[in-house]
């Protein structure tokens, strides 16, 4: 066999292991960028679309049809657990890893409730992720060492509505933006935070998101 046809028979080895098809979710360019690279030098691993929000993750995942799809928690548009949300209910059978900053459980244990079969943190190693990657594409589960014994600790008392309405809040929006944006009435909006308040035990709305922020409920 030539040189030639060597290196392409190589090549083309190269190609038929990667069987894993991954969609990557990040805000920050650099660390997407890292991500992708690491990833794709380990062989069997394709990262085939790159997003920097959650809405045009989501689009990307429904588009390729990815085997994993791997995501941050806070993204413009949509955090990485509402797109887990939206593929759970879609049943799109693609399987989440989250990769985040966040070593909390309330997190933890909201990624687990959107159907997420990974939850790592960043600081892993390169060949950690390309395993839990491969782990999850086996139909394991993966959750950082740290986390695994506190995933059922404490309950988060909010529902979907009130966390929305508290996160926007927590962002200085005002009530009627709140509505706006939500498409409530002024006055749902504030039951909402109200109700928020009295489950956190705050003084105020912008008590309400520290405490829930802190605890990885919102």
């Known amino acids: 066999m030539t040189p030639i ?19 990557l ?23 085939i679309a790159q997003a920097r929000n959650g809405r045009d993750a989501l689009e990307d995942v429904l588009a390729h049809k990815p085997d994993v799809f791997i995501t941050d928690i806070e993204m413009p548009h949509m ?11 879609r049943k799109t059978g693609t399987r989440v890893v989250i990769v985040t900053t966040f070593a909390r459980s309330g997190y933890l244990r909201r990624a687990l409730e959107a159907g997420a079969s990974g939850y790592l943190l960043k ?13 999850v594409h086996q139909g394991l589960r993966v959750i950082h060492p740290e986390l695994a014994t506190e995933a059922w600790g404490e309950i988060d008392p909010l529902t979907d509505r ?10 200085g929006k005002p009530s009627g933006d709140i509505a706006t944006e939500l498409g409530l009435s002024d006055g ?14 705050a003084s105020n709305r912008v008590e309400a998101a520290r405490i829930a ?3 990885g409920w919102l």
Do not use: P
């Open 79 to 89: 955090s990485g657990l509402d797109v887990a949300s939206e593929l759970k209910r």
């Open 5 to 23: 046809a060597k290196e392409s028979a190589k090549e083309t080895a190269k190609d038929s292991r990667k069987t894993i098809r991954v969609v």
């Open 213 to 215: 922020r802190t605890k």
């Open 162 to 171: 009130e966390r929305q309405v508290l996160r926007l809040a927590g962002e």
């Open 123 to 135: 600081d892993m190693r390169a060949e950690e992720l390309a395993d839990a990657v491969r782990r």
């Open 25 to 47: 979710a990040e805000d920050q360019g650099m660390v997407l960028g890292a991500l992708a690279a690491l990833l794709e030098i380990q062989g069997d691993i394709s990262v």
């Open 188 to 201: 749902t909006v504030r039951n909402y935070l109200s109700e928020a308040i009295r489950k956190l035990g």
